[in-house]
């Protein structure tokens, strides 16, 4: 059924339809009847739809005009010339070795990486590394750039020419057919200089690639060689350096000579004093060492716990603890740290960095207490001061300088040949026994 026929349709059949409820059946009529032109709008859709893709068609054609015209009053951007990082390096040519020699990065030279351009040629890669390397003109290390001949070189050092082979065929060099020509990607190439040479007085820089009778020559009018001279020419010329006559001459070289031994005399001396001092620092060394082990040697055995603990802090090496018998004195004390180190040499044992404790004070005094170590410039005396000094051990006391003692202090009598008589005094020559007589020479 339409739209129509079930508007004007009876309950009866719209029942037999089966809206069997009245609400139904009054709601669908109405329906019907207030949308009369539903069917109308199903047949315009193709229309409907044809009209709205028209107006999108439209609209982008509009805008693609758009855009062009605004594309067409701005200027066109030219595109960015294509580039390749390359490395560049310098290479000087050394008379005496007769080959190129790399100049290093302290001198100016090193490698450099650079940005060029792919069809750059020879001439323009030379004047880019004359700028790098020759930076304002010159170099600290070969002088002005106009005192060079300045080549390009490849990977192998080899002289790069004008022209290169790609593909078989000769083409003019530029990086992008060097490139191609060695199937290559990381490019490195070398600037290679030489000192102009020295052209003489008697050829003007104007006769350069003309014959010459002095002895100007061309080198197929492009290089320079360096000019031969004759022997009398050589003569001459070494003549007009000579200094003056033979005597200021022999005064020169008399002065070079006397500075010489002077200077050798003097590094003799040096030696010697420097030699001198090291012996002085080994017999010194040798000296303490001396000492230490003999203090070493003084030292007692640590005996088992339970025992007296002594702590001794020490100038460079800290805290010491050991253990002592109940029976040694601060002497043992004083012996063990000397025999630490060599270093110091003479010191004092102080309680409380104030009282020095002498060596004959028994260990039970300081058991279980921290001494400290002052250095002193004469070492502690092992005898009180009413008791006899000149009893002493080394590392203790003032020690008695053997050399100072002259004869007034020690007489000794020659021994002669025979014996004599009388051995000791109060021995009596006339006791009946011969000295002769005992022993035999």
């Given at each position: 059924?339409?739209?129509?026929?079930?508007?004007?349709?009876?309950?009866?059949?719209?029942?037999?339809?089966?809206?069997?409820?009245?609400?139904?059946?009054?709601?669908?009529?109405?329906?019907?009847?207030?949308?009369?032109?539903?069917?109308?709008?199903?047949?315009?859709?193709?229309?409907?739809?044809?009209?709205?893709?028209?107006?999108?068609?439209?609209?982008?054609?509009?805008?693609?005009?758009?855009?062009?015209?605004?594309?067409?009053?701005?200027?066109?951007?030219?595109?960015?010339?294509?580039?390749?990082?390359v490395q560049l390096g310098w290479l000087h040519w050394n008379e005496k070795a007769g080959k190129f020699q790399s100049v290093r990065l302290l001198k100016g030279g090193g490698s450099r990486d650079v940005d060029m351009p792919v069809?750059?040629?020879?001439?323009?890669?030379?004047?880019?590394?004359?700028?790098?390397?020759f930076p304002n003109g010159s170099s600290k290390f070969l002088g002005k750039a106009t005192n060079m001949d300045f080549g390009l070189a490849n990977f192998k050092t080899e002289d790069i020419d004008e022209s290169v082979i790609v593909?078989?065929?000769?083409?003019?060099?530029?990086?992008?057919?060097?490139?191609?020509?060695?199937?290559?990607?990381?490019?490195?190439?070398?600037?290679?200089?030489?000192?102009?040479?020295?052209?003489?007085?008697?050829?003007?820089?104007?006769?350069?690639?003309?014959?010459?009778?002095?002895?100007?020559?061309?080198?197929?009018?492009?290089?320079?060689?360096?000019?031969?001279?004759?022997?009398?020419?050589?003569?001459?010329?070494?003549?007009?350096?000579?200094?003056?006559?033979?005597?200021?001459?022999?005064?020169?070289?008399?002065?070079?000579?006397?500075?010489?031994?002077?200077?050798?005399?003097?590094?003799?001396?040096?030696?010697?004093?420097?030699?001198?001092?090291?012996?002085?620092?080994?017999?010194?060394?040798?000296?303490?060492?001396?000492?230490?082990?003999?203090?070493?040697?003084?030292?007692?055995?640590?005996?088992?716990?339970?025992?007296?603990?002594?702590?001794?802090?020490?100038?460079?090496?800290?805290?010491?603890?050991?253990?002592?018998?109940?029976?040694?004195?601060?002497?043992?004390?004083?012996?063990?740290?000397?025999?630490?180190?060599?270093?110091?040499?003479?010191?004092?044992?102080?309680?409380?960095?104030?009282?020095?404790?002498?060596?004959?004070?028994?260990?039970?005094?300081?058991?279980?207490?921290?001494?400290?170590?002052?250095?002193?410039?004469?070492?502690?005396?092992?005898?009180?001061?009413?008791?006899?000094?000149?009893?002493?051990?080394?590392?203790?006391?003032?020690?008695?300088?053997?050399?100072?003692?002259?004869?007034?202090?020690?007489?000794?009598?020659?021994?002669?040949?025979?014996?004599?008589?009388?051995?000791?005094?109060?021995?009596?020559?006339?006791?009946?026994v011969n000295a002769n007589d005992c022993f035999t020479l």
């Amino acid at each position: 059924m339409d739209v129509e026929a079930v508007s004007h349709a009876t309950d009866d059949v719209l029942e037999a339809l089966g809206l069997v409820k009245t609400g139904d059946r009054v709601s669908l009529q109405a329906f019907c009847k207030t949308n009369p032109v539903v069917e109308e709008a199903g047949e315009h859709k193709g229309d409907k739809k044809r009209s709205l893709l028209e107006a999108f068609l439209s609209r982008k054609k509009k805008r693609v005009q758009t855009s062009k015209r605004s594309v067409s009053s701005h200027p066109v951007k030219p595109s960015k010339e294509k580039t390749r990082k390359v490395q560049l390096g310098w290479l000087h040519w050394n008379e005496k070795a007769g080959k190129f020699q790399s100049v290093r990065l302290l001198k100016g030279g090193g490698s450099r990486d650079v940005d060029m351009p792919v069809e750059a040629k020879k001439d323009e890669i030379i004047a880019e590394c004359v700028r790098l390397f020759f930076p304002n003109g010159s170099s600290k290390f070969l002088g002005k750039a106009t005192n060079m001949d300045f080549g390009l070189a490849n990977f192998k050092t080899e002289d790069i020419d004008e022209s290169v082979i790609v593909a078989g065929s000769e083409v003019p060099f530029t990086l992008l057919n060097y490139m191609e020509t060695h199937k290559m990607c990381k490019v490195r190439l070398y600037l290679t200089s030489r000192c102009k040479p020295v052209l003489s007085s008697g050829c003007s820089q104007s006769d350069v690639g003309k014959p010459a009778e002095s002895g100007c020559s061309p080198d197929d009018g492009a290089d320079l060689r360096p000019m031969l001279i004759t022997e009398n020419q050589f003569v001459h010329t070494w003549h007009d350096t000579l200094i003056g006559s033979s005597e200021q001459r022999d005064l020169i070289k008399n002065e070079q000579d006397n500075a010489y031994l002077a200077s050798l005399a003097k590094d003799e001396a040096d030696d010697q004093a420097r030699r001198a001092a090291m012996e002085h620092d080994l017999m010194e060394w040798q000296r303490k060492e001396s000492l230490r082990q003999a203090r070493s040697l003084r030292v007692p055995n640590e005996p088992n716990p339970p025992c007296i603990t002594v702590q001794v802090r020490h100038p460079t090496m800290g805290l010491l603890r050991r253990g002592f018998s109940s029976s040694d004195t601060m002497m043992a004390v004083y012996d063990w740290v000397g025999s630490q180190t060599t270093e110091p040499e003479y010191f004092e044992l102080r309680l409380n960095s104030v009282k020095c404790l002498p060596p004959t004070t028994p260990v039970t005094e300081v058991d279980r207490q921290t001494l400290y170590m002052a250095e002193c410039e004469v070492p502690p005396s092992i005898c009180d001061e009413a008791e006899d000094k000149t009893v002493e051990f080394r590392g203790f006391g003032q020690l008695l300088n053997c050399s100072a003692m002259t004869e007034e202090h020690l007489e000794v009598e020659c021994i002669g040949e025979t014996l004599p008589e009388q051995f000791m005094d109060g021995d009596s020559s006339s006791g009946g026994v011969n000295a002769n007589d005992c022993f035999t020479l």
